[in-house]
């Protein structure tokens, strides 16, 4: 086995158990290891600190497998699967009733599983692996086989595309890992609501399943609303804002595909196809023109892609958000409510919160927070690496 050793000083973040190592905190390299092999890392002074793989591609260079001096292999990762696993159905009954006739989960959350770089999503029967790094990549078929060991289940599909693989030297991969997949359209029940969710195209692994929590509240806030829903995607706030007794629908979003799979949605749950409307359109231009045309909302969603996924471009990204914010509590009437979101990671939750604030202010609204927002249990943030959080969202009132 390979081994880094670290500069002088360089070993703090590993005693504090981050599991990253950059590439400037390492001395030298031992015993030439290979991409995704298990290396030792090393203090200056040859203390055993960390067990981990190695990303010569990455200026993460290293991701931690285990503090301890044990073996990386099967009966390693077969472990911490299960532990995976198990931790996820009593963190679902936590979060209410309704969660519990879910069949969409993320069952691996990477860092925060202790398997870096992999993720693994269910949907009803179908598991959708994402591997995003060198070490994920090495170890990704015995992984396959320990997932259909833990689970029963037999089809693995993988949607290995995420850019962030270019980093690690990866290329994009796509496909059936294991099992027979005919029909990469799936259909999952959540709070009572069902959902087709494209695991070969869909963003991410196909489904929004970190904002499951934040469903259930727009449903609970959504009765006799008018709801505009911003960046809509396969409309999961819409079904639940319908589900909530809104008086009135639009969604918005730029992907003509994910308008679509939006509309088969409504269908699926038996709503009338004019329950809701959608529009095919840049969400900072839409808004533009309702202002202009005076349109009004009681409900305003925004859930808009990651503007910044690192804190160097928090700045370009805060403009984005407050521009949009700002728009939104103008369309609001008041007594409505801007349900809004950022899952960039360079944006943390108070930036965020100040930026909604700089975006009332200029606005002219009187608001107040009903409620803080962020991932659903499934998508847990070890305590060690406080990056695995990145969504946040308000729920503000503007009173005036
Ligand atoms: N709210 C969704 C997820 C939103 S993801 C859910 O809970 O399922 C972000 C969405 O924004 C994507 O569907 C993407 O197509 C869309 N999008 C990105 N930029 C946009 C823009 N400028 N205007 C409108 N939609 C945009």
Not at 277 to 305: A, T, W, Y
């Given at each position: 086995m390979g081994?880094?050793?670290l500069?002088p000083?360089r ?8 599991p990253?190592i950059f ?10 290891p ?15 600190l960390?067990?981990?793989?190695y ?13 301890t001096?044990?073996?990386?292999d ?5 472990k911490r ?9 009593p963190?679902l ?22 398997i ?11 598991l959708v ?11 990704k ?5 320990l997932?259909?060991e ?21 290329q ?10 005919a029909d990469s ?16 195209e ?13 469903r ?9 609303r008018?709801?505009?829903d911003?960046f809509c ?14 008086k ?6 730029s992907s ?5 799979l ?22 900072f231009?839409l ?10 909302f009681?409900?305003?969603i925004?859930?808009?892609p990651?503007f910044?996924?690192?804190?160097a ?6 403009r984005?958000?407050k521009d949009?914010?700002l728009?939104?509590f103008k369309l609001l ?13 360079g944006?943390?939750a108070a ?11 200029d606005a ?12 659903a249990?499934d ?6 690496f406080?990056?695995a959080?990145?969504?946040?969202g308000?729920?503000?009132r503007?009173?005036?």
């Amino acid at each position: 086995m390979g081994a880094l050793i670290l500069k002088p000083g360089r070993e703090k973040s590993l005693l504090r158990r981050h599991p990253w190592i950059f590439s400037g905190a390492i001395e030298r390299a031992e015993g030439e290891p290979a991409a995704g092999g298990t290396v030792d890392l090393l203090s200056s002074n040859g203390e055993f600190l960390a067990r981990a793989a190695y990303s010569p591609h990455s200026q993460i260079r290293a991701r931690v497998w285990t503090f301890t001096d044990e073996p990386v292999d099967n009966d390693f990762f077969r472990k911490r699967i299960h532990s995976a696993i198990a931790a996820r159905s009593p963190f679902l009954l936590a979060e209410g009733p309704a969660v519990k006739s879910t069949d969409a989960v993320r069952l691996i959350y990477a860092e925060s599983d202790g398997i870096p770089g992999l993720i693994v999503d269910r949907y009803a029967d179908t598991l959708v692996l994402q591997s995003l790094t060198a070490g994920s990549e090495v170890w990704k078929e015995t992984i396959a086989d320990l997932l259909i060991e833990a689970t029963g289940l037999k089809d693995i599909y993988e949607r290995s595309d995420a850019d962030v693989r270019e980093l690690e030297g990866l290329q994009s991969r796509t496909g059936v890992l294991r099992g027979a997949i005919a029909d990469s359209q799936v259909t999952i029940h959540e709070h009572g609501l069902k959902f087709l969710v494209n695991i070969a195209e869909g963003h991410k692994t196909g489904f929004y399943l970190d904002q499951r929590l934040n469903r259930q509240s727009v449903r609970e806030l959504a009765r006799g609303r008018d709801v505009l829903d911003c960046f809509c995607y396969t409309g999961g706030f819409m079904l639940n804002a319908l589900a909530g007794e809104a008086k009135s629908v639009v969604g918005v979003d730029s992907s003509a595909g994910a308008l679509a799979l939006a509309r088969q949605n409504v269908l699926l749950n038996g709503y009338p196809e004019k329950s809701v409307s959608f529009l095919e359109g840049d969400v900072f231009q839409l808004l533009r023109k309702f202002r202009d045309e005076n349109r009004s909302f009681d409900m305003i969603i925004l859930d808009p892609p990651k503007f910044a996924p690192t804190a160097a471009q928090a700045e370009k990204a805060s403009r984005g958000y407050k521009d949009i914010n700002l728009l939104a509590f103008k369309l609001l009437r008041p007594g409505g409510v801007l349900v809004t979101f950022s899952c960039s990671g360079g944006v943390d939750a108070a930036l965020f919160q100040k930026i909604v604030a700089g975006a009332a202010l200029d606005a002219g609204a009187e608001a107040q927070i009903l409620g803080h927002l962020s991932q659903a249990a499934d998508h847990p943030v070890s305590l060690y690496f406080p990056e695995a959080a990145y969504l946040k969202g308000l729920v503000c009132r503007k009173t005036l």
